[in-house]
């Protein structure tokens, strides 16, 4: 056990205050509403750090990505900026979905297009929702007892227990206890305290690791070529072999496109927004809101590899290795190293901070995973199978014994199912059960008054088919041909499956019958306008000329702060999507020299780190007075018992 008396000390004060703020939000709690979505009362701060942190699975996957391929896909990843810049500042989707006032992804799909659909759907979406959480519990884990250094077993009351069902019980109960306490409200308030914490904590591990690690090692560890002869440091010589390829990202842009607002694990998230251009704004202050906890889990990564690399390091590296070694399934072995890496390196104290932010992640992640899933079964799976809606207390208990259910299903899963993929290529096939044909449909049924019932009907059966498809390729492909994998990776699956999905939903839709659907009525506009929820930054524009603030989306009503922020998102993100196309053209014509790769990604990871130190300050401080706004708020707010997710008049197309 590595952990010394002052790091338990911090890890059980950090329990300690979430556990004391969800006994302190659970008061706020009195409404269906409440526990669904915060009673549509969240600000844009809050909504940007509770909603955009990083789980302790999501620590595992990317650096497991990092430590195969180094830093050309952080290169490739800028070839979708322009198209994530224009969703961030227009708020593609977003606004529209909040416009809806739908507390579930589902209940929008009802109102659109027929309640069979929402169960269909519903159905489908909680299916592919807790597949893909199932291995949540085991990584995470894992992750807590290698990190921790716990032993294998333990005694209590002189019985042998195993440690890893233990630690996959204690942090899922804190996580439950959370979520069936105050529902979005304490999600929502221990999030933010958590996701706080992470970014603040990111930076001082960076900052300790970049003064015990030069420059100068790293990147001389990364030129060590790895066993595929890629290069860890230039895009052009790495993108071409691996799973994690030039396509990978390809594919992942026009995913992040066609699935926007498709995946619903943090669904409570997007109802929760005061108003539409709160949901926005969220929106776009959470592309400055990762900027140092992003290059911490680049950093973390690439030292490890150079530590394991260069020669100079050796001594360092040997227990580090041992521990490693002591593993035996070779998939966890290889997630643990980076883990491992940093468990060894960090002091007392920093040791304990990063411990306990692991656990935050576990625990921030989970209860929200638990919530989303929980509440969907109830709301998309359960309620439009009954005529009429339930009575509020019945309504809060179901939605608080699913999201316990839940967590029963990932406990139970993550003990009997072995992961033998990367976690990211896992996360793939199972959302493509569900992903490949929401896109489609949430889309055509926001932007196109023409998209029919059974347009939609056609696009979820073909993104299930070819999911289902794909997971049953992947698994029985090996028995039947030596142990080789099978050659289409999920990615690809994916993309294909997006691709027949569009095709099915628009031709079917075209060739039926067209009748317009009422989209005003839907989005609450024109004469079904909320008063409540508009402002005058909704409102667009009265200059009619061609300008940059129509470009990006700024409206008439919008604050000078806001849109300082609005034209730096814009301006930041334009400079390295430059830096990039110049960088591919350059590389057309003569090779880049390993020096500039080396000046380009220090300028790029320095900037990022001291930009992302101030913008942390910043918003933690925004987030501090939307906590306290909400509480606020809370108390005052109207109880609506009829705002439960029951569509009482359907509106089928």
């Given at each position: ?16 205050i ?206 060590v ?30 995913g ?18 005061r ?39 050796a001594?360092?590296a ?10 035996t399934d ?103 059960i ?21 347009g ?97 989306g ?51 990871i320095?900037?990022s ?45």
């Amino acid at each position: 056990m590595r952990a010394a008396p002052l790091d338990w000390g911090i890890i059980i004060l950090f329990l300690g205050i979430i556990i004391g703020i969800t006994w302190y939000a659970k008061r706020y709690m009195r409404s269906t509403a409440d526990f669904l979505a915060a009673n549509r009362l969240a600000g844009r701060y809050l909504l940007t750090v509770s909603s955009s942190f990083a789980g302790a699975i999501t620590l595992v996957a990317v650096w497991e990505m990092t430590y195969s391929t180094g830093l050309p896909p952080q290169w490739w990843a800028k070839m979708s900026a322009p198209v994530s810049l224009v969703i961030s500042l227009t708020g593609f989707a977003i606004y529209r979905f909040r416009q809806t006032r739908a507390l579930t992804l589902a209940q929008f799909l009802e109102a659109r297009y027929s309640r069979n659909f929402r169960l269909f759907a519903g159905t489908l979406c909680w299916f592919s929702g807790i597949l893909n959480y199932g291995i949540f519990p085991a990584i995470t884990a894992r992750v807590i007892i290698y990190f921790l250094g716990l032993p294998t077993e333990f005694i209590l009351g002189g019985l042998a227990i195993q440690t890893f069902p233990a630690v996959m019980l204690a942090y899922l109960s804190i996580a439950v206890f959370v979520v069936c306490s105050g529902g979005m409200i304490s999600i929502m308030v221990t999030d933010f305290l958590q996701g706080a914490a992470l970014m603040l904590i990111f930076v001082v591990v960076t900052l300790f690791l970049l003064g015990r690690f030069s420059w100068g090692d790293i990147f001389a560890g990364l030129e060590v070529t790895p066993a595929s002869g890629m290069s860890l440091i230039n895009p052009f010589a790495g993108s071409a072999t691996g799973e994690f390829s030039i396509w990978f990202f390809l594919i992942g842009i026009f995913g992040n496109v066609y699935g926007i607002k498709s995946w619903q694990g943090g669904s409570g998230y997007g109802a929760a927004a005061r108003t539409p251009h709160e949901a926005v704004m969220a929106n776009v202050i959470g592309q400055w809101r990762g900027l140092a906890s992003n290059m911490c889990l680049l950093i973390v990564p690439l030292i490890a590899y150079s530590v394991f690399h260069l020669d100079k390091f050796a001594a360092l590296a040997a227990p580090i290795q041992e521990s490693i070694n002591h593993i035996t399934d070779p998939q966890i072995r290889f997630q643990m190293t980076v883990p491992l890496f940093l468990s060894h390196i960090l002091p007392t104290g920093l040791f304990g901070l990063f411990a306990a932010l692991v656990i935050c992640c576990a625990i921030s992640n989970d209860d929200t995973y638990i919530h989303s899933w929980g509440t969907i079964l109830v709301q998309d799976v359960i309620t439009p199978l009954r005529r009429r809606p339930f009575e509020p207390k019945t309504h809060l208990l179901l939605l608080r014994l699913s999201s316990v259910g839940v967590a029963i299903f990932g406990f139970s899963f993550s003990m009997l199912f072995p992961l033998k993929d990367y976690i990211l290529m896992y996360f793939a096939i199972t959302g493509a059960i569900y992903l490949g044909g929401a896109g489609a449909v949430i889309l055509g049924g926001l932007y196109w008054k023409y998209g029919s019932t059974a347009g939609a009907w056609t696009a979820m059966l073909i993104g299930t088919m070819f999911g289902l498809g794909g997971i049953v390729l992947q698994q029985s492909w090996p028995h039947f041909f030596g142990g080789e994998k099978f050659p289409v990776n999920s990615q690809w699956i994916y993309f294909l499956t997006m691709l027949l999905a569009i095709a099915g939903y628009v031709l079917v839709s075209l060739l039926g019958k067209r009748r317009p659907f009422n989209m005003d009525q839907l989005l609450h506009r024109g004469k079904y306008a909320l008063e409540t929820e508009q402002t005058e930054a909704d409102q667009p524009s009265e200059n009619k000329k061609f300008s940059l603030a129509h470009l990006i989306g700024i409206g008439k009503g919008f604050t000078k702060f806001e849109k300082f922020i609005f034209y730096g998102t814009f301006c930041w993100t334009m400079l390295w999507y430059f830096i990039f196309v110049v960088g591919c053209v350059l590389s057309f014509f003569r090779e880049i020299p390993g020096s500039w790769w080396r000046v380009y990604w220090y300028c790029y990871i320095m900037f990022s780190i001291v930009l992302g130190t101030v913008c942390t300050v910043w918003i933690f401080c925004g987030g501090m007075k939307n906590a306290l706004e909400l509480f606020r708020d809370l108390r005052t707010a109207n109880v609506d018992e009829q705002d439960d997710g029951f569509i009482r008049e359907s509106k089928n197309s």
